[in-house]
């Protein structure tokens, strides 16, 4: 049995090796990518990072990429306006902080801001009788850490706007150099049959083979 069984197996693989052999010469086939043709327009890199630092969205208009502009101006807008925002928080926080620790009654531009707490228990210049000084300590480090964070932030944005300034500048560089970026004119996938070696026996298998043109 086992001899008949292994006959047999090799007269299935002869027999489609054969099939397979027959049918080489029109069992081929092509399929083609169409890709994309060459265009008249090719941007230059180096104007086009150039034009990107000289202005922010002038490297996209000149790679004709008039899509991007809106993210362009977005991302600098949202970033000026966090600058903006917290340089005027910051600014509050000093002055209220500066108001609260100095000796004079007139600068109390602190009390609007310490809306939460009565200015007679933390207020040692307006209200010396009453004021609790562990109160005093608290909305002092509260308007001193209200400087930092704002401060922080601002900071924070400012390196953002740098890098937001820079990514504009990549993106228009590397939009020019991959313009016209082709891998060829014409590229085929060619499918056929293909004899597999493998110890012992020969296998038959199909092929697949991309074409390149130059």
Known sequence: MFILGTVRN???????????AQQATFAQDTISFPVRKNRT?????LKATMLAVA????????NRKYWKIPFV??????????????TSNFNRYMKAYQDFTDKIPETDSYIEMIKWADPADYDPVLHPETHNPSTASWVKDRLLKGVDYYKKNRDLTYIGFA???????????VDASLFNFDISNNLDLNVGPATLPVPGITG???NLSLKMTF
């Open 163 to 173: 890098a937001w300034y820079l990514i504009s500048i990549l993106d228009a560089n």
């Open 73 to 86: 101006y977005a991302g600098f807008g949202g970033l000026v306006y966090s600058v903006g925002y917290n």
């Open 10 to 20: 090799i007269a299935v693989i002869i027999i489609l090796q054969l099939f397979c």
């Open 204 to 206: 038959t298998g199909l």
């Open 41 to 45: 327009f090719s941007p230059d890199p």
């Open 55 to 62: 202005f922010p969205g002038l490297g996209q208009v000149y």
